[in-house]
């Protein structure tokens, strides 16, 4: 009896330790191509391979490529996250040189089809395109910023904003090499006790 | 039972969603949008077959006391086989549904399947039964999930037809049991005619 139970699982097993050797590759090539294809959407054009690197800012550490092209640094490409209403709201988030944010691209999110999903839509992500933080303000409107929040998702909107915030203060640390005390690099959760239906009329 | 019947009593007489109501968990979640609905019913459909021919195969040499964690190691290798071919070469599909496919493993479906059918059939018609039940389960989800995305979103399998939004609710969670509820009054009162 146990020997027969023991039989089913080292076949069980062999079998998986065969798929995983035959998938491991595609998995690593597939994982490889998403991230380039995620780092071409957010910076401009640049030559040879992102160089990736990690730092850490207020104690949590940010994975970030840096792209070049004629010798020069031209942009980081920084993945950074907040809370979202479901679960974490991760971004890739693209810094010219010249500290202003060339294009954002969600990497994972888990928020609700139709509501906080359209984070992922150009109609609310394009407005972080050529945004400058020096001129104004990432934070939703509703909260005294500039960003135009999804109808009905301020949650995410706000976890969105966070997160380019964050990545802001993480370029900031990069460029100066040390790490600063700024309050959104330490991934505060917004607070929000509400449900997103609340804000139906926010626009 | 010709292996025809086998096949098609999966879609209608025993349609796992509409009429014996198992494996709800997957049903009401994914069916979000009519893509979701079926890329999670031919997961389900791939494992089912798979478990069902290998425990239909093994069945005769597994002592009954141990036949239930046995099935769920033979299916839990299945699943991560799937998991792991979804992850190399449909990344896309994975992303959306990856939390999903380790709970096909709960599925009741796929163990049910095996505890009432293929431990006592033959290799061939355990495939059949499985293929049918996997046809059912998938013609369910993806209707399901039409119908949602449709009401939901003003989508059909990703076209949208209408600018703006649909009446959210069925987007959500429970949208997902008031379509499916009326989805089985629908399907009930049809096979019923037929059955007449």
Redesign the interface.
């Given at each position: 009896?146990?020997l027969?139970?023991f039989a089913?699982?080292i076949v069980?097993?062999a079998?998986?330790a065969a798929?995983?050797a035959v998938?491991k590759e595609?998995?690593e090539a597939?994982?490889h191509a998403?991230t380039i294809s995620a780092i071409s959407q957010v910076v401009p054009e640049f030559e040879g391979d992102p160089v990736s690197d990690t730092i850490e800012v207020a104690g949590k550490k940010y994975p970030y490529y840096q792209v070049s092209k004629d010798g020069k640094p031209v942009g980081y490409a920084i993945t950074s996250s907040a809370s979202g209403y479901s679960g974490r709201v991760t971004l890739m988030v693209g810094i010219t040189a010249d500290r202003v944010i060339y294009n954002t691209t969600v990497l994972?999110q888990?928020e609700?089809?139709?509501?906080g999903a359209k984070c992922t839509e150009p109609e609310f992500a394009d407005q972080f395109k050529k945004w400058n933080p020096a001129e104004k303000v990432l934070k939703v409107k509703k909260d005294g910023g500039d960003v135009d929040a999804i109808t009905?998702s301020t949650i995410t909107s706000r976890a969105y904003s966070l997160a380019v915030e964050t990545a802001v203060a993480v370029f900031d640390s990069i460029m100066s090499g040390n790490a600063p005390d700024i309050e959104a690099a330490s991934g505060a959760t917004p607070e929000c006790s509400g449900e997103e239906a609340e804000n139906q009329e926010t626009k | 039972m010709g292996k025809f019947q086998l096949i098609t009593k999966g879609l209608i007489k025993e349609n796992p969603t509409f009429v014996l109501l198992l494996g709800m968990c997957p049903t009401l979640a994914t069916t979000t949008s009519a893509i979701n609905g079926m890329s999670m019913g031919l997961a389900t459909l791939f494992v089912l077959v798979l478990s069902n021919m290998a425990i239909s195969a093994t069945a005769p040499y597994i002592p009954d006391k141990v036949r239930i964690p046995a099935y769920i190691v033979i299916i839990a290798a299945f699943v991560t086989i799937l998991q792991f071919i979804m992850q190399a070469f449909t990344p896309d599909i994975y992303k959306t549904l990856g939390l999903f496919i380790p709970l096909i493993v709960v599925n009741c479906i796929v163990l049910g399947r095996a505890e009432a059918f293929a431990n006592k059939n033959s290799v061939v018609d355990s495939a059949c039964d499985g293929i049918g039940i996997g046809i059912g389960f998938t013609f369910a989800l993806t209707l399901l999930g039409l119908v949602r995305e449709i009401l939901g979103a003003g989508s059909a399998f990703g076209f949208k037809f209408i600018s703006g939004d649909g009446i959210l609710v069925f987007v959500l969670a429970p949208g997902a049991f008031m379509a499916l509820a009326y989805l089985i009054v629908l399907f009930k009162k049809v096979t019923a005619k037929k059955g007449e």
């Open positions: 009896m146990t027969c139970l089913v699982c069980s097993s079998l998986l798929v995983y998938t595609p998995i597939a994982e998403k994972s888990a609700t089809p139709g509501l009905a | -």
